[in-house]
């Protein structure tokens, strides 16, 4: 099973940017995604995007595309949610979770397997 350990989580101003890094280790192939959660106080948890470690494709929800960039760097094993022009509607703590997959994007958590500890994202008005 992966282990995830994400860190980059702040606080910032509207308008501001952070970067979120999810580190991997244990065992991996190339056929998983890694995907970025995110859940607010008294929220559920909701996914944000993924990118499929082998093809690249990537998949954003309709709220963040355009601000939010998912990347990832296979020697470092790590994935990247660059998030520009922030909201304070984007204030939750983020996951970052790995799992199996074919050739899809997986969109739902019960397709991730592998999860992170979570990140605190604040963003102030």
């Known amino acids: ?12 101003q509207a308008g501001g940017s952070l970067r ?3 580190a991997a280790s244990g065992r991996t192939s190339s056929n998983y995604a890694v995907g970025w959660f995110r859940q607010a106080p008294g929220k559920e948890r909701e996914f944000v995007a993924a990118i499929h470690w ?4 990537t998949y954003y929800i309709d709220s963040v595309k355009g601000r ?4 990832r ?3 470092k094993k790590t994935a990247y949610l660059q998030m520009n ?3 304070p509607g984007d204030t939750a703590v983020y ?3 790995a799992g199996r997959t074919g050739w899809s994007i997986p969109r739902y958590m019960s397709q991730y397997d592998s999860w992170g500890q979570g990140t605190q994202v604040t963003v102030s008005s």
């Open 20 to 22: 979120l890094s999810c």
């Open 68 to 71: 939010f960039t998912i990347s």
């Open 1 to 12: 099973q992966v282990q995830l350990v994400e860190s980059g989580g702040g606080l910032v």
């Open 73 to 75: 760097d296979n020697a």
């Open 95 to 97: 996951y970052c979770a």
């Open 54 to 57: 082998s093809t690249l494709s």
């Open 85 to 87: 022009n922030l909201k």
